[in-house]
């Protein structure tokens, strides 16, 4: 599922305007728990498991305005109906 983005994001992999999301996988929901460490708040696991399903990194999910930040969000959702 493609995001657009309001403006373009710098990732370390060069500027996108665009995310593409992949289904999430169980096996993504468990290490997206391990790479955000044992005492890591939902938020910090929820952020990691976007960068693993959206091939970017953790920082560059970090970099993103709220408000496509939330469209990762409901863009997750939709997954889960």
Do not use: W
Request: aromatic share 4%; glycine share 4%; net charge negative.
């Amino acid at each position: 599922m493609d995001i657009t983005l309001s403006r373009p994001l710098k990732t370390t992999a060069g500027e996108v305007t665009t995310l593409t999301m992949r289904e999430p996988l169980v096996e993504d929901h468990l290490a997206s728990e391990e790479a955000a460490g044992p005492n890591a708040r939902d938020a910090r696991v929820e952020a990691t498991l976007f960068a693993m399903v959206c091939g970017v990194a953790p920082e560059d999910i970090g970099r993103l305005p709220m408000k496509d930040y939330k469209k990762l969000q409901d863009a997750y959702r939709s997954f889960m109906s």
